[in-house]
């Protein structure tokens, strides 16, 4: 088998091959090109040494090929048939493009920047069951950000508590608002009873201002549990659930897709940083998009979370784009805003998007119900083309806000 080679230098992908990106920082005394063929092999068909079951034509047809080696960047990419792969199983991708290539001696370190995959394979997924379409048609909001609010403090509020905070902020201009990512069913915020009193206010609040209102409860556990408790907030006349999508695991998001429950999916990417220092957070958004999240968090830029702004952009406009068949899922600006970073987050990001706020609403120096005022105000005049200061003129929420959060 001596003659046989992982090494394709030069050549095209093929049309139906997964195609990896990685950086690759090779182990002392070895070269570039020596690593990249061992990645390949122990991704694909080979192993440490030669062995006398792999044949000439099983090699030819399914070993992974080096195509692309760049010294400078570092930069190798890596193509596979797509006969590796299981169709419509995220974990079998993720164990064969970034399995035991991470653990190899090899290597000193690597990160997988991106995958390119080919229709035949994102088809074999349904992707988001709603897209930004539907969400954007349920809240007759064809232009502007969504406006969403999270419940702060993040924890340790009671459910008639919390309820009193919803009716406040969904009675004056916002459209979603969620659970914080740790908040599921303790013992001070009991997940049913929560799911109870935000549903009455929900409704009370959509029958007094005659606008959509929708309550994202975070239904984060064991697989049949997150199943029990989205039956539950569906009886409830809810339409959206979250998920902590890392931590849940692509398994069990995959399978609660499938569930086709008719509810919107919102992905949360708690513990994200855990994984993107060796996968990139645009390879992550493309499995979260092939596994039929509706809603997923991305960054900000001008927040408090961590992302640069060419990032964010990129992973922005793939899960808006053309990805197969699938229906595109929106971005989700979530972290650190108050409404004077509004006007430059939509220059930055656009409209397609909602905006999340939480200390930026319940950290206004007025309350919880004139910081979601403000909040809205905000999206309104940056939807507009209006400058923030302008606008708040004739907005005195808007006006409070901007002369706090400047301090």
Known sequence: MAELSYLHLGSKPKKNEIVTTLRVLSSKGLGLRRTAEEIAAESSVGTWTTVGTLTKKTFNKLSARVIYINYATQIIKIAYPIELFEKGNIPQLWSTIA????????????KLIDVQFPDEYINSFPGPAFGINKIRTLFKAKDRPLVGCIIKPKAGLSPKETARVVYDVFANGVDLI??????????????????KEVSRVRDRAVKDTGQRKEFIFNITAPYNEMVRR???VKKYGGKVIMIDVITAGFSALQSFRNENLGLIIHGHRAGHSALTDDVSMLVVSKLIRLAGVDEFHTGTVVGKMDGKRRDVIE????LRGKFGKLKPTMPVASGGLHPGLIEKLVKILGADLIINFGGGIHGHPKG???GSMAARQSIDAASQGIKAFRYAKDHKELEQALKYWRK
Do not use: H, P, W, Y
């Open 230 to 232: 989205a039956k539950l």
């Open 99 to 110: 399995g035991n290539i991470f653990s190899m001696k090899v290597i000193k370190s690597m």
């Open 315 to 318: 992973i922005n406009n793939f």
């Open 178 to 195: 969620k659970d914080d990512e740790t908040l599921t069913d303790m013992a001070f915020c009991k997940f049913e009873q929560r799911v």
């Open 368 to 370: 919880s119900a004139k």
